[in-house]
């Protein structure tokens, strides 16, 4: 008889001790659930969001890489609305874009033939990658870096070659003159002032600023607001009296 009440005691320690434990186990599993499943407090840290591009993200003034030595081929971009048009300093192409995605996607028009064009953003939204895609050969893919167009040409002005050709359109558009009329070409009006070297001898850049007026095709023309000439050694600019 008294062993088995001593082995009852026995027993019902242990699941005593059973329950005990279950409890426990029980209640750490849900003080971590609910711990996991807790809203972040007002200052724990949140990863921010991608800044998310919109047609102003573009504009600006843009330098192929492969270009960065001889300065030449600057590409000026300007949003207006949802589209954003373009104009390339050396070669006169212009560009038409609206935003798709994250990518701005359109034409690139030069000599009035139109090839298809793409542009995206590297992740740091510092470098611009563009694929043109002409449809009878394989795409050409170049990189451009955002740059201040007059101020990266002033920076080299003093080059041992002389004035570069950026150095000298820039001092042209920096003309009380010409800046004024350059203030009314805004937005999507961007694309049609141009100032330009027209001819390049061993002593001066001849430089015509215009309207590129559109028209019908075969009917559009230049409206010259004047010509100019700058030193190559010098610097010094002087209007061409016509």
């Given at each position: 008889m008294a062993m088995g009440t001593r082995r009852r005691r026995i027993i019902g320690r242990a699941v005593c001790l059973a329950l005990t434990l279950c409890a426990g186990c029980t209640g750490w599993w849900l003080g971590r659930r609910s711990a996991s499943e807790a809203p972040p407090t007002a200052g724990a840290p949140r990863k921010s969001a991608t800044r998310a591009l919109s047609p102003e993200s573009f504009a600006g003034d843009w330098l192929p890489v492969s270009d960065m030595v001889?300065?030449?081929?600057?590409?000026v971009l300007a949003a207006s609305g949802e589209t954003v048009s373009g104009?390339?300093?050396?070669?006169?192409?212009?560009?038409?874009?609206?935003?798709?995605g994250e990518a701005l996607v359109g034409d690139c028009i030069e000599h009035d033939r139109r090839t298809p064009v793409r542009m995206e953003m590297t992740p740091g939204h510092d470098r611009l990658v563009i694929t043109l895609m002409p449809p009878d050969s394989e795409p050409d893919i170049s990189v451009c870096v955002r740059v201040n167009a007059l101020a990266y040409a002033g920076q080299k002005r003093r080059e041992p070659g002389g004035v570069s050709r950026d150095a000298?359109?820039?001092a042209v558009r920096s003309l009380p003159e010409v800046a004024e009329w350059l203030?009314?070409?805004?937005?999507?009006?961007?694309?049609?002032a141009c100032v330009e070297v027209a001819n390049d001898d061993d002593e001066v850049y001849t430089?015509?600023?215009?309207?590129?007026?559109?028209g019908p095709p075969g009917e559009g023309h230049n409206?010259?607001?004047?010509?100019f000439?700058?030193?190559?050694?010098?610097g010094k600019v002087t209007k061409v009296e016509l």
């Open positions: 001889t300065q030449e081929n600057f590409l104009r390339s300093r050396a070669t006169g192409a212009r560009f038409d874009m609206h935003l798709q000298a359109i820039a203030s009314h070409f805004t937005g999507s009006l961007a694309q049609r430089i015509h600023v215009y309207e590129d007026v559109p409206a010259t607001l004047g010509w000439e700058v030193h190559k050694q010098t």
